[in-house]
């Protein structure tokens, strides 16, 4: 397993399930301090236990002053941030035959803003890591490969990972003259209790440890764009770089037919 160089204080948002779990064992075990984010109390005290040096902090994407908390108790623990990895997300595919409004507003919400407020309550303390302690301070967000390419029923999921992808890269060049880093991690299909959900082939689906994995390499060189499994995600964003026309003939063959 990959390894991330000196004792780091880690703020790891979406830490009780899936790759967010795997990510903050390893974390842990290697003697980071890690503040552990999520909604469920009782699944971060149960990663939290028996790792003096991990941080409950519960928190909710879809409350602000939740996150702001959050934030100002790490702070006040750790003293700054040398890494962000903001994982947590929500998916929930669109029925286009009962058009959801609520259902694209949870999505875009939970995807989006709650990625925004984690970015709110995180640079102050990424600011001071890099003033105070010298730090090369890294933000790192999970987006989707659905954000490389418009895919049927994910009108919600993939709108919400393409603008968190976007915003990112923006983001980027902003803070570049700051010393910042920004990491976007596309994952192609992982199995966790959120893929569990589908009723649908999901190639080249990859271990949850395999993604800690590759995530965990991807920020140690701190790369702009973290995806994997590689054969899944060239393959993916070869087909989003192709003409509008063929992208939608290949479209096409994914969507739902009749009542399926
Ligand atoms: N699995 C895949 O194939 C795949 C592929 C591409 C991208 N991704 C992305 O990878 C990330 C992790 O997904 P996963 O597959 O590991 O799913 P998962 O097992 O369902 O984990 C989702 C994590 O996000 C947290 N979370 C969800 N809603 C939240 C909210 N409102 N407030 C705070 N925390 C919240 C969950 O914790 P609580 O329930 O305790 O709040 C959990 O820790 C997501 O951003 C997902 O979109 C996954």
Redesign the pocket.
């Known amino acids: 397993m990959a390894s991330l160089t000196g004792k780091q204080r880690i703020w790891l ?9 795997a990510l903050g064992q390893h974390l842990l075990a290697e003697g980071h301090r890690v503040a552990l ?4 109390r009782e ?1 971060l005290e149960e990663l939290a236990q028996d790792h003096k040096d991990a941080l409950v902090v519960p ?4 409350d602000r002053q939740s996150i702001r908390s959050a934030g100002q108790r790490i702070d006040a623990e750790f003293a700054g941030l040398d890494l962000v990895i903001h ?5 929930e595919y669109l029925d286009v035959r009962h058009f959801d409004v609520d259902l694209i507003e949870r999505v875009l919400a ?2 989006v803003n ?1 990625a925004l407020y984690t970015i709110d309550a995180a640079l102050p303390l990424l600011r001071r890591a890099r003033d105070r302690d010298g730090s090369h301070p890294l933000f790192a967000a ?5 954000a490389y390419l418009p895919l049927p029923r994910a009108e919600a999921y993939g709108a919400s ?1 393409a603008a968190l992808s976007h915003f990112l890269e923006s983001l980027r060049l902003d803070l570049a003259a700051e010393n910042i880093d920004v990491s976007i991690i596309h ?4 199995k ?4 569990d959900r589908n009723d649908f082939s999901m190639p080249m ?1 990859v271990s ?1 440890e395999f993604a800690a994995d590759a995530i965990i390499k991807g920020l140690e060189k701190r790369a702009l764009d973290i995806h994997f499994p590689r054969r899944f995600t060239f393959g993916i964003k070869l087909m989003g770089i192709l003409p509008p026309a063929l992208r939608r003939r290949i479209g096409l063959t994914m969507t739902r037919k009749s009542d399926d």
């Open positions: 948002v979406g830490a009780t399930s899936g790759i967010g779990l984010s999520a909604r469920r699944a928190l909710d994407l879809n994982n947590a997300g929500t998916c939970t995807n709650g999970v987006s989707s490969a659905s990972k994952p192609g299909f992982v966790t209790p959120l893929t689906r949850p």
